[in-house]
């Protein structure tokens, strides 16, 4: 089943929307994609998860590897959601503290990469 | 509420899933005292053993079928996640470092049985080389907790 997923720009910021369930079915294409933004350049990813029904261990699991990759590249991620399930996932495996939440794309995109891709903040 | 249960026997497969979270979240749905957040706890934590048991298949190149069993008895919900793969010691598992530290980034894995342990009122987990069955339990009615 593919994972609807679409990109568009806001700010610095380039916006992966992803939608449907993340699982251990649909999660490489997740992966793959955000390595090919990656790839061709992008360093400040917003994962907008705002229309996700379904998050499971095998998607936290590709959100920490993108948090990694585009740390190593010197950018960062962020993350949207204003899901209540989704928030207390982050919140009980305590990821909410390995990167940034936001509600909505402008709170995510409205400040520069560089202000919050220092994880002595965290 | 009368004792009911239902049977799945699925292919290894990992487009499995969402029809086993489905029916789960369906059976379990049928007890009205049950909310909508623990029906949610119960979809995610089945997800997850049954992610489990599909990758132990995988891994061992098993062409042997997963089987979840849900049951709805008077008090509570049972699901239990049987598979034939190589089994695990949970002696084995390594925690994840703290999140402040920078090499938690180096853990993309491992979280599944952390949330089964949260997300259950009850769970337990018996396996040997034979393989692997995790028995989750959520309570319908709070008089049921211990």
């Not at chain 1, 990694?68 to 950018?75: E, F, I, P, V």
């Not at chain 2, 049977?7 to 009205?32: C, F, K, N, Q, W």
């Not at chain 2, 959520?138 to 907790?145: L, M």
Request: proline letters at 5%; aromatic letters at 4%; charged letters at 25%.
């Amino acid at each position: 089943m593919p994972l609807p997923m679409r990109t568009l720009d806001s700010g610095e910021w380039v916006v992966l929307q992803v939608a449907g369930e993340i699982d251990m079915a649909s999660a490489p294409q997740l992966r793959q994609r955000v390595v090919a933004l990656v790839t061709g350049g992008v360093s400040a990813l917003v994962l907008d998860l705002s229309n996700i029904g379904f998050c499971d261990s095998t998607g936290l699991g590709v959100i920490v590897a993108a948090v990694k990759r585009l740390r190593t590249n010197g950018g960062d991620l962020r993350v949207v959601t204003n899901d209540e399930r989704l928030l207390a996932l982050f919140e009980i495996t305590r990821l909410d503290q390995v990167f940034e939440v936001f509600p909505d794309i402008d709170a995510a995109s409205a400040t520069a990469p560089s202000a919050h891709s220092d994880e002595s903040d965290h | 509420m009368t004792d009911w249960a239902v049977e799945l026997e699925i292919p290894a497969e990992p487009e499995y899933l969402s029809m086993v979270r489905a029916v789960v979240s369906t059976a379990a749905g049928l007890d009205p005292r049950l909310k909508d957040s623990r029906i949610e706890d119960l979809r995610l934590a089945v997800s997850e053993a049954t992610t489990n048991a599909i990758e132990s298949h995988v891994n061992m190149g098993s062409s042997e079928r997963v089987t979840i069993r849900c049951d709805l008895r008077d008090d509570q919900v049972e699901v239990e996640v049987t598979d034939h793969g190589e089994g695990f010691d949970h002696g084995d598992l390594v925690p994840h470092p703290p999140v402040t530290d920078p090499n938690r980034l180096e853990y993309e894995r491992g979280l599944g049985l952390s949330l089964i342990r949260i997300l259950a009122d009850e769970h337990e987990i018996v396996s040997d080389s034979e393989g692997t069955s995790v028995r989750l339990v959520v309570y319908t009615a709070p008089t049921a907790r211990p």
